[in-house]
């Protein structure tokens, strides 16, 4: 800004003043969203922790009074091999998932950084089609090309001299969970793609040449220069890619709505919606989602102490 | 620039080769979507693909707006989205206002409790917000979905709009009212036009989770007649489980959910991706 003049240097002292004056403001500001949070989320979230201490399940559902019970959800949610398998699924898609889009993003990121304008253009556009498109309608298209009958992946895959006519992808969980790692992938690259990218676009021209000239491989240049300089938004970008595989649900219902079997294509989103809604055991439901909130809070504390310090 | 200095190199064309390639794979299904939403159906279910949409017609979108269910839904996802967008942008403006304008006691931890909340995955809430809805009786409802969206989506409008709210100095404001304008006149006439592309943004995000939110839909939307456009959808998939799908119709229906989306978010990526890399928007 500007030198203040006089009057104005004023005017500043005078709602520096004013404000405090009336300390109550800012707080009255608040109060809608705090109250809509406290509503929305902050009574939910009692409620389900107070809830998973309960016995709350069909029965309760049809007025009978639910009934303490301590930790007993608990221990007979993780006594149940089922949760194990459901939750040792859920991290090993989540890390496989966004291993895969960590790594291909960079690379999509250092081909944009390499190519002239227009093949660049070309790319970001069609990266920016595949993040626009709404998961809903991305699960349907990529449903219909892994149709069982009339699909394109079955039919590239036959014309290529494999016979995969009428192979249902979604019968076994392995396949299944290959489909939901094409999808889950071909959704999150470019948000990878374009935050590294934008970091790679701050390297200073300079230093790549010196470093070349200097006889460093573009292996080493990748290793010694390139990493380092985009290592902060790469971490953060990968943080992310976890925490939001790790709540893959829209894309797991609906492959699982296509036609495959649910247990043993469950992970945790679609797990306590078959105990909450399916199985109307709110308790147990409960009790899963607690432990679903732990995680992740766990996992974004770190993103959250960056955003921080970002803001100060 | 550079890239002009720079001589021609078979690296350089390779690099961009792969670079079409990958291109044209990423944007495959959405094109997918558009050339079986304008084939009919007798052509979709022959053995041989047909990769361009010739022959084609928007017969299919025809279909589906005069199936009926469509247009219901489209009501429903408007109001929840408007609804939604509408107190979100209110709510988050004022929030922002006193975030970047005040120092007051208890600021560090409201930005820390909104940069959390954003964190809170709705897979780890429906049950318990079901129960909340149903205990006030709106379920099947647009208020009972969009005062959970507007929970849902308020953190991180709050975050971006804070940049745009802290970017305009406050000394801007104080000089016109050195020049005679009141403080209501001050706010109008200088800060809010400078505010105005921050709440365009805003306003767009909040537009896309709003339209595009499935599992909190899926929860408290049971009754058909009630359903937003992803659950409309969803009941195309549903049904082709078990009976043959008409998929011309259902790539139609996709198209019709997809285009105002992906018309909107061409407007805020940059804004986006700034945003949650480095939590500061630069307005």
Sequence with gaps: MTVLSPAREQAAAGSVLRRRRRPFA???LLL??????????????VWQFWTSTQKFGLAQQFGRPPQFVGMANYVQLFADPQTWAVVGRSIAFCLINAAITVVLGVLVALLMNAIGTISRLVLQVAMLLAWAMPVIASMTVWIWLFDWHRGVVNWLLTAAGLDFTNHNWLEQPLSFYFVATVIVVWMSVPFVAFSVYAGLTQ??????????LDGASPRQRFFAIILPMVRPVLMIVTLLQVIWDLRVFAQIKMLQDAGAPTASTDLLGTYIYRLGVGASDFGMASALSIFVLVLTVALSLFYVLHLMKEDS | MRTQRRRFRPGRLAASLIAILVAAAWAFPVYWMLNSS??????????????????????????VFAEGSFWPALGMSVAITLTTVVFCLLFAFLAALAISRFRFRGRASFVLAVLFIQMLPAEGLFIAQY????????????TGVSILYVAAVVPFTIWMLRGFVAGVPIELEEAAMVDGLS???AFFRITFPLLAPGLVASGVYAFLQAWNEFTVALV?????????????????????ASRATDWGQVMAASTLVAVPVIIFFMIVQGRLTSGLVAGAVKG
Excluded at chain 2, 38 to 63: E, H, K, Q, Y
């Design chain 1, 26 to 28: 800012p707080y009255l």
């Design chain 1, 32 to 45: 809608p969203t705090v109250a809509i949070l406290l509503l929305a989320l902050g009574y939910p979230l």
């Design chain 1, 203 to 212: 390297i200073s021209e300079e230093v790549m040449e010196a470093a070349a």
């Design chain 2, 38 to 63: 304008l084939l009919p159906n007798t052509v979709l279910t022959s053995t041989t693909p047909r990769f361009w949409p010739w022959g084609g017609s928007l017969d299919n979108f025809a279909a």
């Design chain 2, 131 to 142: 129960k909340l809805m149903s205990s006030l009786s709106l379920l099947n409802t647009v």
């Design chain 2, 183 to 185: 403080r209501t006149q």
């Design chain 2, 220 to 240: 408290i939307l049971q009754k058909e007649e009630y359903r937003t456009l992803p659950l409309w959808l969803r009941g195309f998939v549903q049904a082709s």
